[in-house]
């Protein structure tokens, strides 16, 4: 027998299928606060027509391929032994079919070897060498991903590392004289300069979880969607994020919406973020409340501790099949941090995320 609150939720289920049905779909493409030109590229492709899928993986293969940006592809952070390891997904609406990889090296663009694990093999997920050796197979060239502002970061973190007495072997050793830290690096990296310095510093106090998630809605209501990141820095190597675990990092349903995540993979992955999004916006749930109540049950997850939770960071973007979209981070934060990018026709703009937390 279906109780009241089955009842409930086939209706809102039934409801949500109308409303998509009955509004015109608009032309959108959403994504995390490093996608301005993301979206804009993006956006281009989907107003010429392009496939959404194709649109998305264009417009993150710029961040990918951006030396500065130290969270996604080139320029990555690397993990601990100094080496860049890749994770990355697609999905694609229309077809529902999907593709990812993980921990994949020498590859400056994991999206596009994701898009070809679906759309050129019988599987999804390929991880680590065997990832790299498919990628060959299908014509790509092995590449050095560091750059040499994350191979400055990952030896500063090296040499803030520290044993029970302070001592580290990556310095200099204990007959010379006392030195401060910034001098070390100066002496190591003598073309930095303070501000390059004390970002690195900042990388090495404070691991970053940067990526970046797109997804696009064209005027036919297709819609698809792409993670990809250099995932943790300092990670142990084959450490894999929710980047590439479809319905973790990113999940797009045709018929409703899709979903994507950055930010501490590892809680993503516990609530299986962009699935439970999606989820949500099928029984009813606005994006705002769908991403409100998957932050939620991250708290949960911490019992609400604040102090615990406030050790990372955490966001998640959705888009409705109606045009409705949201950004909402578990934290308030500053700046960038509690914005997405938005573009939905003309030129990117970032919007303010809502939050579950004020620090
Ligand atoms: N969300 C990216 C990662 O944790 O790897």
């Not at 596009?112 to 014509?139: P, Y």
């Not at 943790?232 to 980047?243: N, Y």
Request: net charge neutral.
């Amino acid at each position: 027998m279906i109780n009241r609150r089955e009842l409930f939720g086939a209706g809102a289920a039934l409801a949500a299928g109308q409303l998509a049905r009955a509004q015109a779909p608009k032309e959108l493409v959403i994504s995390s606060a490093n996608g301005l030109a993301a979206c804009k590229k993006a956006m281009e492709m989907v107003k010429a027509g392009a496939d959404t899928l194709d649109a998305v993986v264009a417009g993150v293969n710029i961040v990918e391929l951006d030396p500065h940006d130290n969270s996604v592809g080139y320029g990555g952070l690397p993990n601990e032994e100094g080496v860049v390891e890749l994770d990355a997904s697609v999905m694609h609406g229309p077809t529902r079919r999907c593709g990812s990889v993980a921990s994949i090296r020498s590859i400056k663009t994991p999206s596009n070897i994701a898009k070809l694990v679906m759309e050129q093999t019988d599987h999804i997920m390929l991880v680590g060498d065997n990832a790299l050796r498919f990628a060959k197979a299908m014509g790509y060239k092995e590449e050095d991903l560091l750059t040499e502002e994350s191979r400055l970061a990952w030896m500063t973190w090296k040499l803030s590392l520290r044993d029970k007495s302070g001592h580290n072997n990556w310095g200099p050793g204990v007959d010379a004289p006392p030195k401060r830290r910034t001098s070390e690096l100066k002496q190591l990296f003598p073309h930095a300069d303070d501000k390059l310095l004390a970002w690195a510093m900042e990388m090495a106090m404070h691991p970053p979880t940067g990526t970046i998630n797109c997804l696009a809605l064209n005027a036919k209501g297709e819609m698809s969607g792409t993670t990809t990141t250099s995932g943790l820095a300092w990670k142990i190597p084959g450490r894999v994020g929710d980047s590439p675990i479809i319905g973790a990092g990113l999940y797009v349903d045709q018929d409703y919406g899709g979903a994507g995540s950055t930010g501490r993979g590892e809680e993503n992955i516990r609530i299986c973020g962009a699935h439970t999004i999606v989820e949500n916006m099928r029984h009813g749930m606005t994006p705002k409340e769908a991403c409100l109540d998957a932050l939620k049950r991250i708290s949960r997850n911490f019992d609400n501790d604040k102090t615990r939770l406030g050790q990372f960071d955490i966001n998640f973007y959705a888009l409705r099949k109606d045009g409705l979209y949201a950004g909402a981070s578990l934290w308030k934060g500053q700046e960038h941090r509690a914005r997405f990018a938005v573009n939905d026709g003309g030129e990117s703009r970032h919007e303010d995320s809502i939050y579950l937390y004020e620090r």
